[in-house]
């Protein structure tokens, strides 16, 4: 029987530099939703992703499991296929001088440079996916001269042309001023209407809108908190997540966190 889930954690534990950076982790991630994780830094987010990229792995006991795609063990060139993660070291890997166009290409071929043998192909899939995410107009353009906002999405674009089940996106919005991080925030929204299945990591509470079906709360590598948004968001969880005295409100599908006090 296949499972329901790409992500079957139970009693997960994950050590780095000997310290203990998941702790007793009990996770189930359907095929169906968008899920978006929150936590301060430190509180194991980063760690959680190289688990699910078995970038490290778990110390395994006979009360553990872990299941990628419904495989204990899953060849490392299956999981790349099937999952695309997107972070902002990325950026460093590029060269200035990539044109947009052919920076989305790289991604069919695993590489961050220029593809000089593309098929007729490969041209057709880059349109397509500039198409479908509305960012034709940055064609032609190099790299370097994007908005700090562009360039995130046009990573996010050269990580969906091989057409991976799910997308993660560690701190899509980190370092970007209001105007850029409302353009990705709003181009990430569309993203659902093409049926792309999100796992989204961010310690920013903005970055929590309608496509998300639930939210993951991590504090010091462990779950507090658990379910629909308009459950798990209020300010008593929040507090305990940041350990911070604020109030959360919602306006307008969107939520706002207001300090309360020093």
């Given amino acids: 029987m296949v499972s329901n889930f790409w992500?079957?954690?139970?009693?997960?534990?994950?050590?780095?530099?000997?310290?203990?950076?998941?702790?007793?982790?009990?996770?189930k991630i359907a095929y169906s939703e968008n899920v978006i994780l929150i936590g301060p830094n430190g509180s194991g987010k980063s760690s959680?992703?190289?688990?699910?990229?078995?970038?490290?792995?778990?110390v395994m006991t006979n009360e553990s499991k872990l299941k990628i795609f419904d495989k204990e063990l899953i060849n490392i060139w299956e999981?790349?296929?099937?999952i695309s993660t997107v972070n902002n070291d990325i950026k460093n890997r590029i060269?200035?001088?990539?044109?947009?166009?052919?920076?989305?290409?790289?991604?069919l071929y695993g590489t961050y440079c220029l593809v000089k043998n593309k098929s007729e192909r490969d041209h057709y899939e880059v349109i397509n996916i500039m198409k479908n995410m509305n960012i034709t107009n940055l064609s032609k353009k190099k790299f370097s001269y994007l908005s700090d906002g562009e360039k995130q999405i046009s990573l996010i674009a050269r990580a969906l042309i091989k057409k991976p089940d799910v997308l993660i996106l560690?701190?899509?919005?980190?370092?970007?001023?209001?105007?850029?991080?409302?353009?990705?925030?709003?181009?990430?929204?569309e993203?659902?209407?093409?049926?792309?299945?999100?796992?989204?990591?961010?310690?920013?509470?903005?970055?929590i809108t309608r496509i998300y079906d639930r939210v993951i709360m991590l504090k010091?590598?462990?779950?507090?908190?658990?379910?629909?948004?308009?459950?798990?968001?209020?300010?008593?969880?929040?507090?305990k997540l940041?350990?911070?005295d604020v109030e959360v409100t919602k306006n307008n599908g969107l939520w706002d966190i207001n300090r309360l006090s020093k």
């Fill in 79 to 82: 999981l790349r296929k099937r």
């Fill in 191 to 207: 993203l659902s209407k093409l049926n792309n299945r999100i796992f989204c990591v961010t310690h920013d509470i903005s970055m």
């Fill in 95 to 107: 060269n200035p001088n990539l044109q947009v166009f052919d920076l989305i290409l790289s991604g």
């Fill in 242 to 244: 940041y350990s911070i």
């Fill in 48 to 58: 959680l992703i190289d688990v699910i990229n078995r970038n490290i792995y778990p």
């Fill in 220 to 239: 010091d590598g462990k779950i507090i908190a658990d379910g629909h948004q308009n459950k798990v968001i209020n300010s008593e969880n929040l507090n």
């Fill in 170 to 189: 560690d701190e899509p919005t980190a370092n970007l001023d209001y105007k850029s991080e409302f353009f990705v925030i709003d181009k990430i929204n």
């Fill in 7 to 27: 992500f079957e954690a139970k009693n997960i534990n994950c050590f780095k530099g000997g310290f203990r950076v998941i702790k007793d982790l009990n996770l």
